[in-house]
């Protein structure tokens, strides 16, 4: 089967073909006819198999001879790395027609996203957070919208976006179309496509999520404390030249990418702490061969693609068997082959073996040869609190005026000398030398009240005397009159 059988647009086609798609997946193949129909979809789809092509393609091709100026297709996925993957898809798709789209996710300035709504941009594709944030302005209407897609609908459940979405809907016209693509199909997943869908093309909804048949996997029992060691030593024995490495927690992946990057390893990090900025760095420096290693929590698990993909490392076995699936998912992608190893500890046997009953296979155990399982642990660098290795912002400092100068002169060295206790003590601010003019304290009158005198007025000062003026206590004086005199 080819492209050609879909009677796509001759843009189209040339796209695909400058793109080096020569056949359609499986999942392409079930899709695109009844999306071209016009007919709403739902399909459960593993990672990697090609379906941002299935609905890619069919809005193209819907769109391409209509009138520009408003916006027809909304995309709706989990994170930002997602968000950038497809409208890269719909760019490289759409390359030769002048279908126009823009990617709405938060992380960035708001001003290029504003711009796409007002200029209509024909799609959107956005994540649910963000597209909330814009709907509360006026420019952000999707009156003219046809089709609604989700992609990845699972994982936006996972990352508790349900209320989001229902919110969204509330925002949007009931769309003529709508396509629903999931890896795994939950309870509440299943009820939000039934309320949504009109006699939809179903296929694989009662698949359940798998590897892709071109992964080999495999587990390497080891102390936790020797996993670093374990991976230096995987790396250095083989000729990986592009891995992802798969950590539980922020802190792990910053911890792990300090420790290669120390050995002289070129590694950088993805997680949900880092600016938009510099996970765009660090994947881009990764597709082109900038970084040997990525290291990445399971947030950006489903948002990272990159071309012939071989190696996934699971420094830390996943939580539930879901995440392990779009873990592995990043290899053998488009019906390629690729590898997973999982380091696993005494600790983490429990989650394997949910891991293994859900994909129903159990992983070889391998151990590396002249390895010393027996060695003392590596302490794991310590990155908490620093923002350059973490990617953590700091909080900004407060702006409080700088402290001031002493413009006063170095006080002599009166140490051996004999105290005079006539003499005013110099640098004292609560001991002042009375005025030349004034009179002695037990003349003064009783009632001190009324406005502070001004610098400008104060009578002239005997020599030798105090540089500030009488009366002046400092900071934090409850002096009466103190604000009406500064």
Partial sequence: MSFQQFSLHGSILRAISDSGYETPTAIQAQAIPPALEGRDVLGCAMTGSGKTAAFVLPILERLINRSRGVTRALILCPTRELAVQIQESVQQLGALTPIKSAAIYGGVPMKQQIQAFERGVDILIATPGRLLDHFQNGYAKLGSLEVLVFDEADRMLDMGFMPSIKRILQHIPKPKQTLFFSATMPPQIGQLAKDLLNRPATFNVERKAMPAAGVTQSAYPIAQGLKPALLLEILAQSDMQSVIVFTRTKHRANSVCKYLTNYGVNAERIHGNRSQGQRTEALKGFKTGKYRVLVATDIAARG???????????????????????????????????????????????????????????????????????????????????????????????????????????????RNAPRDNTAPREGNRSSFAPRADSAPRSERPSSTRGPAPTLRNQAPRAEGQNSRPAGFRGRGSTQRGRSNGR
């Fill in 304 to 414: 990272i693609d990159v071309e012939a993909l071989e190696y996934v490392i699971n420094f830390d076995v996943p939580a539930i068997p879901e995440d392990y699936i779009h873990r592995v998912g990043r290899t053998a992608r488009a019906e390629r082959t690729g590898e997973a190893l999982t380091f696993f500890s005494r600790e983490e046997e429990s989650q394997l073996r949910d891991i293994e009953k859900a994909i129903q296979t159990q992983l070889p155990r391998n151990r590396i040869e002249g390895f010393n399982y027996n060695a003392i642990p590596e302490k794991m660098p310590d990155t908490r609190g620093d923002s350059r290795q973490g990617g953590e912002t700091r909080r900004p400092q407060s702006r409080r005026a700088p402290p001031r100068q002493d413009t006063r002169s170095p006080r002599p060295d009166s």
